[in-house]
């Protein structure tokens, strides 16, 4: 699998796409002026406690206050609480804790009120970015995050990944970082420590204890509300936690991140720089030369293709509660000679393409899948497992149950950032409303050809296409032309009829005999 990172500027907008083997896979968007990311530091101030939810809540610049439970202060909240006072006075002069007298961890089921009191500043980490009317989620258990190892301050336990299982190499990992952690400091090592050796390691370390020396010196004579630390650029922390040898070229179109992008590979890897390539086309934007515009609109809309299956598309609904997910065989199961079996195999490439679109869209909250009715329990449990396969790669929390009675899986999902929505519909030239764009059509129409031709069970030597004319005069225009690419990739001549009744997205294919293939009207 080759991956690809093209990142686009505009403005204060940073646009981050990632490809995996040409296909987009993952989409952030960043802005300069926005603020409160997953990660940042803060210094807060107490507004008020909620003692009703354990809770209080927390003002740290936002419009909306930030919301802080007790279970996520963390056991260390008053050393934390009193490094930070200390720091605020100049009373404690280095980031180091080696001489820091830490305080008692607290009662993991006291109270809000037992710890703070409004007024009171505290130091806080962003959990969850602020989505639609709510405030950020924050924890005062603070840790920074680095290639191989997050740093937890306060604490001097090391804890090493799950998913890394060979003994030896969770003993060797153990042993070094016991050894060259500094006293009153924490690790966790990542994932993607295993088989590095000390001295990388030492780096990383080294490097995460400096941005804990901004943290203090922010701290010194500030008074709440303040950033403290900001999380770096999405781009960057992508590369931090996803970035491996799969990962073939990075193209960006902003000098001033390109260069960003080089120094933060010279730390974790500076044999790829050469990766890192600046775009200078004047004229073409980097998301149209890689195709991703283009992919976005056939991705965000409420109704999506699934690739390879030769007609069948999702439809994506938004409510209030949770989000609705209806797999559609489109022409295929009905004239499939085994519909079990078709069913099946439309199902498997839907649960591919919603893994990836829970993804892309970064969907959180429930998600009620219905798919394909099937008869077969053998079938059932094979999709289930199938798409609980797709889903190990969402690094995000999420949790799936088996199908309901009613052949309904459900899916909760985790997500720390608000959910990206493209408007991919454009004006309606003919009406005063908005109709999805043309690309998405022409994209149905090829998937709808391409099903049709495969069941090889009618006469297709003289087929019509009846489309609106705008849509007609689209795919006879170029050279070659889309009709002449058809011709030249299913050996037939698909005659194309103007029909000025028509809606803008209604086509209909028709045999020799005016019988209908199929037909799509909105």
């Given at each position: 699998?080759?991956?690809?990172?093209?990142?686009?500027?505009?403005?204060?907008?940073?646009?981050?796409?990632v490809?995996?083997?040409?296909?987009?896979?993952?989409?952030?968007?960043?802005?300069?002026?926005?603020?409160?990311?997953?990660?940042?530091?803060?210094?807060?101030?107490?507004?008020?406690?909620?003692?009703?939810?354990?809770?209080?809540?927390?003002?740290?610049?936002?419009?909306?206050?930030?919301?802080?439970?007790?279970?996520?202060?963390?056991?260390?909240?008053?050393?934390?609480?009193?490094f930070?006072?200390?720091?605020?006075?100049?009373?404690?002069?280095?980031?180091?804790?080696?001489?820091?007298?830490?305080?008692?961890?607290?009662?993991?089921?006291?109270?809000?009120?037992?710890?703070f009191?409004?007024?009171?500043?505290?130091?806080?980490?962003?959990?969850?970015?602020?989505?639609?009317?709510?405030?950020?989620?924050?924890?005062?258990?603070?840790?920074?995050?680095?290639?191989y190892?997050?740093?937890?301050?306060?604490?001097?336990?090391?804890?090493?990944?799950?998913k890394?299982?060979?003994?030896?190499?969770?003993?060797?990992?153990?042993?070094?970082?016991?050894?060259?952690?500094?006293?009153?400091?924490?690790?966790?090592?990542?994932?993607?420590?295993?088989?590095?050796?000390?001295?990388?390691?030492?780096?990383?370390?080294?490097?995460?204890?400096?941005k804990?020396?901004?943290?203090?010196?922010?701290?010194?004579?500030?008074?709440?509300?303040?950033?403290?630390?900001?999380?770096?650029?999405?781009?960057?922390?992508?590369?931090?936690?996803?970035?491996?040898?799969?990962?073939?070229?990075?193209?960006?179109?902003?000098?001033?991140?390109?260069?960003?992008?080089?120094?933060?590979?010279?730390?974790i890897?500076?044999?790829?720089?050469?990766?890192?390539?600046?775009?200078?086309?004047?004229?073409?934007?980097?998301?149209?030369?890689?195709?991703?515009?283009?992919?976005?609109?056939?991705?965000?809309?409420?109704?999506?293709?699934?690739?390879?299956?030769?007609?069948?598309?999702?439809?994506?609904?938004?409510?209030?509660?949770?989000?609705?997910?209806d797999?559609?065989?489109?022409?295929?199961?009905?004239?499939?000679?085994?519909?079990?079996?078709?069913?099946?195999?439309?199902?498997?490439?839907?649960?591919?393409?919603?893994?990836?679109?829970?993804?892309?869209?970064?969907?959180?909250?429930?998600?009620?899948?219905?798919?394909?009715?099937?008869?077969?329990?053998?079938?059932?449990?094979?999709?289930?497992?199938?798409?609980?396969?797709e889903?190990?790669?969402?690094k995000?929390?999420?949790?799936?149950?088996?199908?309901?009675?009613?052949?309904?899986?459900?899916?909760?999902?985790?997500?720390?950032?608000?959910?990206?929505?493209?408007t991919?519909?454009?004006e309606?030239?003919?009406?005063?409303?908005?109709?999805?764009?043309?690309?998405?059509?022409?994209?149905?129409?090829?998937?709808?050809?391409?099903?049709?031709?495969?069941?090889?069970d009618?006469?297709?030597?003289?087929?019509?296409?009846?489309?609106?004319?705008?849509?007609?005069?689209?795919?006879?225009?170029?050279?070659?032309?889309?009709?002449?690419?058809?011709?030249?990739?299913?050996?037939k001549?698909?005659?194309i009829?103007?029909?000025?009744?028509?809606k803008?997205?209604?086509?209909?294919?028709?045999?020799?005999?005016?019988?209908?293939?199929?037909?799509?009207?909105?």
């Open positions: 699998m080759n991956k690809e990172l093209v990142i686009s500027t505009e403005g204060q907008d940073v646009r981050i796409a490809l995996e083997d040409g296909r987009l896979m993952e989409l952030h968007q960043d802005s300069s002026n926005q603020g409160f990311a997953v990660g940042d530091i803060y210094l807060g101030k107490i507004k008020k406690l909620a003692p009703s939810l354990n809770a209080c809540f927390v003002d740290i610049g936002y419009s909306k206050d930030a919301f802080l439970h007790y279970h996520d202060l963390g056991p260390q909240i008053r050393s934390s609480f009193k930070s006072h200390l720091s605020m006075k100049n009373k404690h002069q280095t980031h180091w804790l080696k001489h820091f007298k830490t305080e008692k961890d607290i009662n993991k089921d006291g109270s809000i009120a037992d710890v009191q409004p007024g009171d500043s505290v130091m806080v980490q962003i959990t969850k970015e602020p989505i639609h009317t709510k405030g950020p989620r924050i924890t005062s258990e603070i840790s920074i995050a680095g290639r190892i997050v740093l937890v301050p306060f604490s001097n336990r090391v804890s090493i990944s799950q890394i299982k060979n003994k030896e190499e969770r003993e060797r990992l153990l042993g070094i970082l016991e050894a060259i952690k500094p006293e009153g400091f924490g690790v966790i090592i990542r994932t993607v420590a295993e088989e590095k050796n000390t001295e990388e390691l030492q780096d990383d370390l080294n490097y995460l204890l400096n804990w020396k901004v943290v203090h010196r922010n701290l010194v004579k500030n008074t709440a509300p303040a950033l403290i630390l900001d999380e770096m650029d999405r781009a960057s922390s992508i590369l931090r936690d996803n970035f491996n040898d799969d990962f073939i070229k990075i193209s960006v179109d902003d000098e001033s991140l390109y260069n960003d992008m080089r120094d933060y590979l010279k730390y890897a500076p044999d790829k720089i050469k990766i890192v390539k600046l775009y200078e086309d004047p004229i073409v934007p980097i998301f149209e030369k890689y195709n991703i515009e283009r992919q976005i609109k056939l991705a965000f809309g409420r109704t999506v293709t699934i690739p390879q299956s030769k007609g069948a598309y999702l439809v994506i609904e938004h409510t209030e509660a949770l989000h609705v997910i797999v559609n065989s489109g022409n295929i199961s009905r004239n499939s000679r085994n519909q079990e079996d078709s069913a099946f195999t439309v199902n498997k490439v839907a649960a591919t393409e919603i893994a990836r679109q829970l993804k892309l869209r970064d969907m959180g909250g429930i998600v009620v899948i219905d798919f394909i009715d099937m008869t077969s329990a053998e079938h059932k449990k094979q999709l289930f497992e199938h798409l609980r396969s889903m190990q790669k969402d995000a929390k999420h949790k799936i149950l088996p199908p309901s009675r009613f052949g309904l899986i459900q899916i909760t999902r985790q997500r720390v950032r608000p959910e990206l929505n493209y991919t519909t454009e309606n030239p003919n009406h005063d409303d908005e109709i999805e764009a043309p690309i998405v059509l022409i994209d149905r129409i090829n998937q709808t050809l391409q099903g049709i031709v495969d069941r090889k009618k006469d297709l030597s003289k087929m019509s296409l009846h489309v609106h004319p705008f849509v007609a005069a689209y795919l006879k225009q170029g050279i070659p032309s889309i009709q002449m690419k058809w011709f030249m990739r299913y050996k001549w698909i005659k009829v103007p029909r000025d009744a028509y803008y997205l209604q086509f209909n294919f028709l045999d020799l005999n005016k019988n209908t293939l199929y037909n799509e009207s909105n």
